[in-house]
């Protein structure tokens, strides 16, 4: 089955402890990237990546970090989090630009 | 500032009529545009695109405008049906410059019966 698996699903964790949200796809697509999800600001890109090894920032990159070591997987960084990183998580994936398959997200709650 | 928006929050439609939901863009440079759906605690779903050499797509249902001028998109679907209830989301950007993706606060359409 064609899918994007992120992993935790749920976390929660403190100020200043690094923390990776992996994600996997296992559809051989070449586009890969992230996004965060807040009340009344809808979707917003994190970090996107065309292909292995090459990456590029989105609209919201600051406090993230991100690596396409391999083509199925693109895991998130967190190296310092704090309180307002806390938020709903999505990895998506794609033939082509332009996400298509989302993973099912990561809620990260950061005290 | 916000370069995609969907003023509309909210929209309630009934069963077998048409929901249109639309999406202002304030950047000239972008050039392609994407809707997705949302249900809660799921993924978003890619529903349909549109790069700006075209003012019109259709997927079944799912018909998107675009009035390049105007700088508004619209998507239109018909009929709609319960399981349409979710939050659209809009999204642009200005591919021949950038794979950056902006999308806009979302609208949540109810269908109901």
């Given at each position: 089955?064609?899918q994007?698996?992120?992993?935790?699903?749920?976390?929660?964790?403190v100020?200043?402890?690094k923390?990776t949200?992996?994600c996997?796809?296992?559809?051989?697509?070449?586009?890969?990237?992230?996004?965060?999800?807040d009340?009344?600001?809808?979707l917003?890109?994190?970090y996107?990546?065309?292909?292995v090894?090459?990456?590029?920032?989105?609209d919201?990159p600051?406090?993230y970090k991100?690596?396409?070591?391999?083509k199925r997987?693109?895991?998130?960084?967190?190296e310092?989090?704090?309180?307002?990183?806390t938020?709903?998580?999505f990895?998506?994936?794609s033939?082509?630009?332009?996400?298509?398959?989302?993973?099912?997200?990561t809620r990260?709650s950061?005290? | 500032d916000?370069?995609?928006?969907?003023?509309?929050?909210?929209?309630?439609?009934?069963?077998g009529?048409?929901?249109?939901?639309n999406?202002?863009?304030?950047?000239s440079?972008?050039?392609y545009?994407?809707w997705?759906?949302?249900?809660p605690?799921?993924g978003?779903?890619?529903?349909?695109?549109?790069?700006?050499?075209?003012?019109k797509?259709?997927d079944g249902?799912f018909?998107?405008?675009l009035?390049k001028?105007a700088?508004?998109?619209?998507?239109?679907?018909?009929?709609?049906?319960?399981?349409?209830?979710a939050?659209?989301?809009?999204?642009?950007?200005a591919?021949?410059?950038?794979?950056?993706?902006?999308?806009?606060?979302?609208t949540?359409?109810?269908v109901?019966?």
């Amino acid at each position: 089955e064609a899918q994007v698996t992120q992993n935790p699903r749920y976390l929660i964790t403190v100020t200043g402890k690094k923390l990776t949200v992996t994600c996997s796809q296992n559809m051989n697509h070449e586009y890969m990237s992230w996004y965060r999800q807040d009340p009344g600001l809808g979707l917003r890109q994190i970090y996107y990546s065309m292909n292995v090894e090459v990456t590029d920032k989105g609209d919201v990159p600051e406090g993230y970090k991100v690596s396409r070591k391999e083509k199925r997987n693109f895991p998130l960084i967190l190296e310092s989090p704090s309180p307002n990183q806390t938020s709903l998580y999505f990895c998506a994936s794609s033939l082509s630009w332009g996400p298509q398959h989302f993973g099912d997200g990561t809620r990260l709650s950061i005290l | 500032d916000q370069q995609v928006k969907q003023n509309s929050p909210s929209l309630s439609v009934q069963e077998g009529r048409i929901s249109i939901l639309n999406c202002d863009y304030t950047n000239s440079m972008f050039d392609y545009f994407l809707w997705y759906k949302k249900y809660p605690a799921e993924g978003p779903t890619f529903l349909i695109s549109i790069s700006s050499i075209k003012d019109k797509n259709e997927d079944g249902r799912f018909t998107v405008f675009l009035n390049k001028s105007a700088k508004h998109l619209s998507l239109h679907i018909v009929p709609s049906q319960p399981g349409d209830s979710a939050v659209y989301f809009c999204a642009a950007s200005a591919k021949r410059n950038t794979d950056k993706l902006i999308f806009g606060t979302g609208t949540r359409l109810q269908v109901f019966p």
